[in-house]
């Protein structure tokens, strides 16, 4: 089985770490409270490798382990209705939670209470990610060698799920060959050629994003049209009608 | 009733009022086991100088009805006496406590090492602190039995009652030359003090509430807060 990881250089993260780190010898209560995907259970079960987890959605064994163990994780700790009757007496209890619906019932239960900073407030750890991501990525798809990335545009909405989901189609997006897009393209049209108007309804699927393209690199329609070998008019003429601002 | 010749030391020495006799130089000549644990809170001198001050103007006795406090320990009267010009006795008589550690439940309560514990507390509380703060403990102190999740919860509202300070200096260590009774067992006295130059006052009754309920005696200053707990082994 692959060795869970939990990767960061946050400051804050450290000292949850080290927070949690300390209460393994200690029969303390603590809990983790953060946005989802921020790497809560990761985080736990690097410190924890070998305890069982359990969902607060099943309460039922929830309350079986805690009347038969002295140590016990609950993830989605939010799901739970009543936590005051769970019993946490002479227990290592360590909970996971997306949110908090009563802060005052977690302080009553909680010794311990740490919050998992989102990821658009880690900065140093996006560029980590990033680069772990790329080069997960690049075994499971057999990319070998250099690969272009930008930077910029990434979706941290959903935190480290969505930086994933990114990272994923950034790299496959930047690192097309000619071939691999003449295949896309070729996949796409096979499904959607019809009528009989299809050249000059496919058309702007090429040509919308050859004049975008061409404005940026180029910055100029006079110099864009000398590139493009088109009549200035011509290449006004469609960027209106391709609705290109 | 008053001409049985026996001995009464034994009676005077576990007397749960602390009594203490001096020579007429204020020096100790004798002091039973509960002034032991006092004269970890009072100065021998301050002790004498009471003594002398409401010492009958002639040989026998004078009780007096006044409030006395040394660190945790209340009392409502004395007693002093002398019959020659050698020796005086002073007998404190304890206030009515609130809780009674004699009868203590441990339930919950593992041993531990308090360094650890406090540690993991501050790791948690330097998240949310700008300001500086101080630790000056002694990693040699032995561990002890304590509720870890409760004392936790104390230490979590003692930070909450000084986050403002700018400086928080804090201090553990072993209390010398003083014991506690907890289940007819004496035990050391693990000290702990907060100093802070802003706290919010507030909140001394919910923290002397989880002390209380807890076997610690909370202790509140204008800018010390002083814990003194039961090292249970």
Redesign the interface.
Known sequence: MKPIRFLSNSA?IN??V??LT??K?????AILIGEPHTGKKTLVKTIFPKQRFISGKNIEELNKALDNSKEVIIYDFEMIDNIDTLN???KRVIAIANKVKNSLEIERKF?????MPPLREREEDIELLINYFIKDIKKELMIDGFVKFDYNNINLKDNIKSLKASVYKKLILNNLTKMEIEKILYDYLYRELDGNNGYREQLPLFEKPLIEAGLKKFKSQLRLSAVLGLNRNTLRKKIYELGID | MNSVLTDFKFFIEYDANPFVLFNSQGKIIYLNSSAEMLMGSCSRKELFNITLSYAPKTFGYKKSLIDLSFGYFDFYAINVSYENEDEIGIHLYNKPMVKINNTINL??Y?E??IN??F???I??F??QYRGELQLITDYELPKFYIH???F??LI?EIFKQIKSSPTIMIKIKIKIGELIVVNGKKYPIILFSFKSEQRNKNKDKKILDIATNNYINAHFNNDVITLEIPAIK
Not at chain 1, 111 to 115: D, E, G, H, V
Request: include cysteine; glycine fraction near 4%; hydrophobic fraction near 40%.
């Open positions: 804050q000292n949850i080290k927070g300390l209460s010898s200690l029969f303390v209560s946490f007496e002479n010794a311990f209470i740490y919050n | 339930n919950g593992c531990t090492d650890l514990l540690e993991a507390n790791e948690l330097k998240m870890q999740n409760n936790s919860f979590r």
